[in-house]
């Protein structure tokens, strides 16, 4: 499975950005999908997750109320619509993907840079 994530950029404070991460080589429909990142001199830290059928979606809490995370299934994609971002929401955002029935994260895509200027 090989994700490939884009739509990073540079956006300013309080603006909005989505990124998307297209799936391929294996069946993106039984696959929960999920958004990390991470900011320089910082660990990795989970973004935001979508369960394969779209049904449940999990938030950090430093995220809830401005990102959303959605998917479609016919594209093999799965989106983060980030609004109202802040500079400390800068860093590198990558998808993951893992079978439904497994725990650990599987497959990772190659990041994408988002960076916000105050």
């Known amino acids: 499975v090989q994700l490939q994530a884009s739509g990073g950029g540079l956006v300013q404070a309080g603006g909005s950005l989505r990124v998307s991460c297209v799936a391929s080589?294996?069946?993106?429909?039984?696959?929960?999908m999920g958004w990390f990142r991470q900011a320089p001199g910082k660990e990795r830290e989970s973004v935001a997750d979508?369960?394969?059928?779209?049904?449940?979606?999990n938030y950090a809490e430093s995220v809830k109320g401005r990102f959303t995370i959605s998917r479609d299934n016919t594209k093999n994609t799965v989106y983060l619509q980030m609004n109202i971002l802040k500079p400390e929401d800068t860093a590198v955002y990558y998808c993951?993907?893992?079978?439904?029935?497994?725990?650990?994260?599987?497959?990772w895509g190659q990041g994408t840079l988002v960076t916000v200027s105050s």
């Open positions: 979508i369960s394969w059928g779209g049904g449940k979606a």
């Open positions: 993951a993907g893992r079978e439904f029935y497994y725990n650990d994260w599987r497959y």
């Open positions: 080589g294996g069946t993106f429909s039984t696959y929960d």
